[in-house]
């Protein structure tokens, strides 16, 4: 029974027993009516008349005895204060202040707080709290979520609402701008990197026009000019390096191919345009070179043809019959040139 019904219920036994009281006042009255009249007939005596009371007044003692004999205990409280109003994320120590507004002693004060992403894993109850005694109930708890957050409280049958605010810690704010900042400098070190990359990719497809030109050069001036100590070989080997070192993302290694091939490209273009022309003594003391050695190898030819021609020939003088059985025989003619000479 709460305190509202408590309260009806004693206006109405307070009615009531006016109600009684008044109906018992009027029978006093007419009592008191008919000893005046009846006063006038009898003998005045010297006895003094007791005084009756007032009608109201027996009704405020009545009353008033009825209640300090009549108690109804009432359990009754009310939330003073929520605390903390705003908290960062994580771990917060929630406080409820209640007062006791009843007449007897409240016990065991049990608090139960729900809201969103908040999850309680300790809460310390109120063990006795006297009348119009303020106490403490105390809630552990962990928010997960931020914002402001509606928390709904329930301490025996009663329900209470109040909202707190959840801000993100400033060491999360930190960490997370470290992080940003990290993935910043991480994207714009591999924009750079690739940027570096599409740039060595450019520089050596130019290179390896210029390359192709040099080698068409030289092509065409190596029989005129003076090109023993020009060779391209090493700058092909340094061009395909730096075009292998940009296929593997390897911006260092890159870097050094391409320094060499460019150092070596400027090198060799240098001595191809200051290449000196050869001599026309020079050009024949060659060709005579060349063409004795042609020459040699056609005698070296003719040589050895006329020594396997005479090593046939004298194998056939060396055979002069060959003996087989009665029924066989092999007759080996000799060649007209031989023949002739032994004539």
């Known amino acids: 029974m709460n305190k509202h019904q408590i309260f009806a219920l004693n206006v109405l036994w307070v009615i009531v027993v006016i109600g009684s009281l008044s109906s018992l006042a009027d029978n006093s009255t007419l009592e008191n009516s008919s000893v005046i009249e009846n006063s006038s007939v009898l003998p ?3 006895e003094t008349v007791p005084v009756i009371e007032e009608p109201v007044s027996i009704v405020e003692n009545l009353t008033k005895n009825i209640t300090e004999q009549v108690f109804v205990p009432v359990e009754s409280f ?30 065991n004060l049990i608090p139960i707080v729900i809201g969103r992403g908040f999850a309680t894993y300790n809460a310390v109850p109120l063990k006795s709290l006297a009348v119009n005694a ?20 329930r301490i025996g049958d009663e329900l209470f609402y109040d909202s707190i605010n959840i801000t993100v810690p400033q060491a ?27 740039s060595y990719d450019k520089q050596l497809a ?46 260092d290694q890159a870097k050094i191919n391409m320094i060499q091939a460019t150092t070596e490209y400027k090198d060799q273009k240098n001595k191809i345009e ?5 001599p026309l003594l020079a050009k024949i003391k060659d060709n005579i070179v060349i063409i004795s050695a042609i020459a040699g190898a056609f005698i070296t030819l003719l040589t050895l043809y006329e020594i396997l021609k005479k090593k046939k020939d004298s194998l056939y003088e060396r055979i002069k019959e060959v003996k087989v059985s009665d029924d066989t025989k092999i007759v080996v003619e000799q060649k007209k040139s031989s023949r002739k000479k032994k004539k």
């Open 44 to 46: 005045i005596m010297n």
């Open 78 to 107: 009310e939330v003073v204060s929520i605390t903390p109003k705003a908290a960062e994320k994580g771990d917060v120590l929630v406080t409820i202040s209640v007062k006791n507004t009843g007449n007897v002693e409240l016990k």
């Open 134 to 153: 303020t106490g403490k109930l105390i809630v552990n708890g962990r928010f997960a979520d931020t914002g402001t957050i509606l928390l709904t409280m």
């Open 172 to 198: 999360e704010i930190d960490l997370e701008k470290q992080k940003d900042d990290a993935e910043k400098k991480r994207l714009a070190d591999e924009k750079a990197k690739q940027d570096l990359l599409d």
């Open 206 to 251: 130019n290179l390896t026009e210029e390359y192709n030109a040099l080698d068409e050069r030289y092509i065409s001036i190596k029989e005129d000019y003076d090109v023993s100590e020009i060779t391209l070989t090493d700058l092909k080997k340094m061009i395909m390096a730096a075009q292998a070192a940009v296929a593997s993302g390897n911006v």
């Open 274 to 278: 200051n290449a000196k022309k050869r």
